[in-house]
């Protein structure tokens, strides 16, 4: 059961323009989502996150968007810049059991043409 | 500012053999984590510990066994390696607290096995 889902295997963005990921789960019970940022031979880096009390989380250049009717969330990045592309994973953490477990989507690569 | 580190980054094996993956952060983090990273999957758990001396299993256990002996090591075995265990391996820790706090990742050890 993949309770995280990110159905767009890759994004091709403009520089300037805005790149919007997508991110879709099942569990209602989840109550934070994270995203982290990945290059090529790196681990992932934490990126920003949202509480599910919220609708909208603003960190500099990105933000994300939670629709909990929907169980969908994206996250903004505004401008982008080349610097961004890398592979974006949303993630939950699976609150039901200890441990501070992440349950992961499987990617997006966005790749920002200059 | 070493965070978390994984050893060794590469390694190739034949089928049979075994091997030990070596995670050490340096943060006095509570929990740990051994993921790994397959094509189009995400990131999977394989075990985690919530503590010194504690193990438990994750989504993907079998065929790979972990210890933390150590607060600041979470070793992770492979005792009859298989071709299907081919990936990428990721440690993390957090500290210990729950509500989507971060998890922070080293940089994982390429393990292809013939």
């Known amino acids: 059961d993949q309770q995280v889902k990110q159905n767009s295997p890759s994004l091709s963005v403009q520089e300037g323009r805005i790149s919007i990921l997508n991110c879709d789960y099942t569990?209602?019970?989840?109550?934070?989502f994270l995203w982290y940022k990945k290059y090529p031979a790196e681990g992932p880096t934490f990126l920003i996150s949202i509480s599910s009390i919220k609708d909208k989380n603003e960190d500099g250049r990105f933000t994300v968007f939670l629709n909990k009717s929907a169980k969908h969330l994206s996250l903004h990045i505004v401008p982008s810049q080349p610097g961004d592309s890398a592979v974006y994973f949303c993630a939950a953490p699976n609150n039901r059991e200890y441990g501070n477990k992440l349950v992961f989507g499987a990617g997006t690569i966005l790749r920002v043409k200059s | 500012n070493a965070g978390v580190t994984q050893t060794p980054k590469f390694r190739v094996l034949k089928t049979g053999q075994s091997m030990t993956l070596l995670c050490a952060q340096d943060m006095n983090h509570e929990y740990m984590y051994w993921y790994r990273q397959d094509p189009g999957m995400g990131l999977r758990l394989i075990h985690y510990s919530v503590g010194e001396g504690t193990t438990a299993k994750g989504e993907v256990p079998d065929g790979y066994n972990v210890s933390r002996l150590k607060k600041q090591n979470f070793l992770l075995g492979l005792e009859s390696a298989a071709p299907s265990q081919t990936s990428v391996y990721f440690c993390a820790s957090s500290p210990k607290t729950e509500g989507g706090t971060p998890q922070h990742f080293g940089d994982g050890t390429r393990l292809s096995i013939l």
């Open positions: 569990n209602s019970m989840f109550d934070y």
